[in-house]
């Protein structure tokens, strides 16, 4: 607490006016109460005060006991603590900038890149960075990781254990024993079972033949193990690592004293372990290249804790370095290091099966290969085609040009959605997964069993199929030819055959169709997902049922999709319906189903049919 040294007299005639406290150069702190007292012989301008006396620091036990009682002719201020703060530097001393925190976590930015490879390879990527590590007996590795876990590595996809190679512990002698106890450690798992592997034969291992299994390595790791040993595949198996950890040689003989254990001499040197198999707790990186002695108190106080209460224990602080290859960084990361400063990064593509359909702008173009081939390194095995769309959806089968990147050139995938699976090529039909929250919302919240769904713009079914799984019947029609066959065999392979008719048909054509025929089930739900054009085939239902002869039957419920990039889209888009009635539509529901482009929305508008639209005369040319 903060007080300034001295305190001047006030004598009060009458009320202090407010602007008269201005004209001094108090200092405000907000979490205490300061008696100070001033004398006003006369009013001094600001520029002749003469600056406070330096700040003190008292306890606040000295201070409160003055500040409970109120005396006549003194003033209680309650003080901020910037403006103390800011008094006492200008007074004092010119300010000092901010301590910035240290670099933290891995960057391709920082650490230093791995020497010795060309610069297109992949391992150009590569970044090492140096750490600490207490090596520590495997049996005590769990428990030691979980009461360090604040000052361990913790870095993403880095596990704060390692183990070295080739670090089993056999054919070793046994490190020294605690004196406080000479009782041996309790062999360990791996230990027993590479002991009954050499004791058990061919007939023990038909007794045991999981033991036989995890005792016998694979067939990869065998091949692996050989091609390290001959150099072969050396280089393909360095690139699948994401990372690895290497421990530093020590220096001489006269530097074995700095790496002493922290319980007396417990502690081991430079290859001074023997005998059992042991790991490395990775510790913070700001731990590195230190000391025993000056590792913080709480990593002090565990490893004394674990050497009194755990029997015998040995540990040992070792300088290592850990590298991160090229499959560590994430796809942001390695794009940033690669396009030129400025660019903004791509920030994610729309996945149709195993193809990432990209939307590429015009300063990506002259790096589209690149970011392809990022793209797809870092999705393996999901991904396994890259494409880009050249142009927008011109024609009237909806088909997009796309231009292959990277990958396989086949376009034709299979897309899982809700449970159903959907052929798609999407070079001759069109698919936007971004739309299935969407289907699934028709389907799940309004339609009901004893429906009859017409799809006016089916596609390769994904709203027929879905909604066939749920409702009694579906009318599916496209003008697209390839749309109609991949329909057709997605029906068969998601076994709803009959619960769907498919119809290759004009939308005009196909909806008089249903409405003027005598089907056995009648038309409830009417759905119209062709958002460029749907509003303008709307005429088709004006008149749509004048020549019935039958009574009365119950009007459809048509969900109809548009764009609009008016100020209110929604006011927007029902205009055009009404125009496309002739008629004012009532009781219009809009649903809002995404941000297409800044400033423009795709709007799904649903409402039942008017009988008067209905009954009234056709003003559209029957195809």
Same mark, same amino acid.
Request: proline fraction near 8%; include cysteine.
């Given at each position: ?82 403006s103390l703060y800011a008094t006492a530097s200008t007074s004092q001393a010119a300010p000092t900038a901010p301590l910035q925190p240290p670099p933290h976590g891995p960057s391709l930015r920082r650490g230093r890149p791995t020497t010795g490879q060309p610069p297109e390879a992949p391992l150009s990527f590569s970044r090492t960075f140096d750490l600490a590590a207490l090596r520590v007996p ?40 605690? *004196? ?6 309790? +062999?360990?798992?791996?230990? @027993? %079972? !590479?002991?009954?592997? #050499? &004791? ?8 045991? *033949? ?6 016998? +390595?694979?067939?990869?790791? @065998? %091949? !692996?193990?050989?091609? #390290? &040993? ?394």
């Amino acid at each position: 607490m903060l007080l300034y040294e001295g305190i001047y007299t006030l004598k009060f005639i009458a009320t202090v006016p407010s602007f008269a406290l201005s004209l001094f150069p108090f200092a405000f702190y907000s979490s205490s109460l300061y008696l100070i007292r001033v004398q006003f012989p006369c009013f001094t301008p600001y520029s002749m005060v003469t600056p406070p006396p330096p700040l003190l620091r008292l306890h606040p036990h000295r201070i409160l006991p003055r500040l409970r009682r109120f005396t006549p002719g003194r003033l209680l201020l309650r003080l901020h603590p910037k403006s103390l703060y800011a008094t006492a530097s200008t007074s004092q001393a010119a300010p000092t900038a901010p301590l910035q925190p240290p670099p933290h976590g891995p960057s391709l930015r920082r650490g230093r890149p791995t020497t010795g490879q060309p610069p297109e390879a992949p391992l150009s990527f590569s970044r090492t960075f140096d750490l600490a590590a207490l090596r520590v007996p495997a049996a005590a590795c769990a428990s030691l990781e979980r009461r360090l876990r604040g000052h361990l590595l913790n870095w993403p996809r880095v596990r704060n254990i390692a183990r070295l190679p080739n670090d089993d512990g056999d054919g070793f002698l046994s490190p020294p024993k605690s *004196p406080r106890s000479s009782s041996a450690l309790p +062999p360990t798992a791996v230990a @027993r %079972r !590479e002991k009954l592997a #050499r &004791e058990f034969n061919a007939r023990g291992f038909v007794e045991f *033949p999981i033991l036989a299994k995890m005792s016998r +390595p694979a067939g990869r790791t @065998r %091949r !692996e193990t050989k091609g #390290r &040993e001959t150099g072969g595949k050396e280089t393909k198996y360095e690139k699948d690592k994401v990372y690895v950890v290497e421990v530093l040689e020590q220096g001489g003989e006269d530097d074995e004293d700095e790496w002493k254990g922290l319980v007396g001499d417990e502690g081991f040197g430079k290859g001074a372990w023997r005998g059992e198999p042991t790991r490395l707790l990775l510790l913070d990186e700001g731990h590195a290249k230190r000391r025993v002695d000056e590792l913080p108190e709480a990593v002090k106080v565990v490893l004394e804790h674990e050497a009194e209460h755990g029997g015998p224990f040995a540990y040992e602080l070792v300088q290592c370095q850990i590298t991160l290859f090229y499959n560590y960084w994430p796809m942001n990361e390695v794009l940033e290091a690669l396009l030129p400063e400025g660019i903004i990064i791509p920030a994610g593509f729309e996945t149709v099966g195993h193809i990432a359909h990209l939307n590429l702008r015009d300063e990506h173009l002259p790096y589209k290969t690149l970011i392809a081939q990022v793209v797809l390194d870092k999705n393996k095995p999901k991904i396994q085609t890259v494409v880009n769309k050249i142009d927008a959806i011109q024609n009237d089968y909806r088909t997009m040009q796309l231009e292959i990147l990277a990958g396989h050139d086949s376009l034709v995938t299979t897309v899982i959605e809700s449970g159903l699976r959907f052929r798609v090529d999407l070079a001759t039909v069109y698919w936007n997964s971004r739309l299935s929250t969407e289907r699934q919302r028709l389907v799940n919240s309004i339609f009901q069993n004893s429906d009859v769904v017409c799809d006016v713009f089916s596609g390769v079914g994904p709203i027929a199929i879905s909604a066939a799984k749920k409702v009694k019947y579906v009318y599916a029609n496209d003008l697209n030819p390839a749309a109609v066959e991949y329909l057709e065999r997605n029906i068969v392979l998601n076994k709803l055959e009959r619960k769907i008719e498919v119809f290759n048909m004009d939308a005009r054509r196909f909806v008089n169709a249903m409405f003027s025929s005598q089907h056995v089930h009648p038309v409830t739900q009417v759905v119209m997902n062709l958002p460029k054009d749907a509003a303008e085939f709307l005429d088709v239902f004006r008149g749509i049922l004048r020549n019935r002869q039958t009574g009365h039957i119950a009007m459809p419920k048509i969900h109809v999709y548009g764009f609009s990039k008016a100020e209110d889209p929604e006011y927007d888009f029902h205009e055009r319906i009404n125009l496309a009635l002739c008629d004012n539509v009532p009781g219009v529901e809009m649903h809002r189903v995404r941000l297409v482009a800044p400033g423009k929305w795709m709007l799904c508008a649903s409402f039942t049919l008017p009988e008067s639209v209905a009954s009234a005369k056709a003003n559209y040319i029957t195809c």
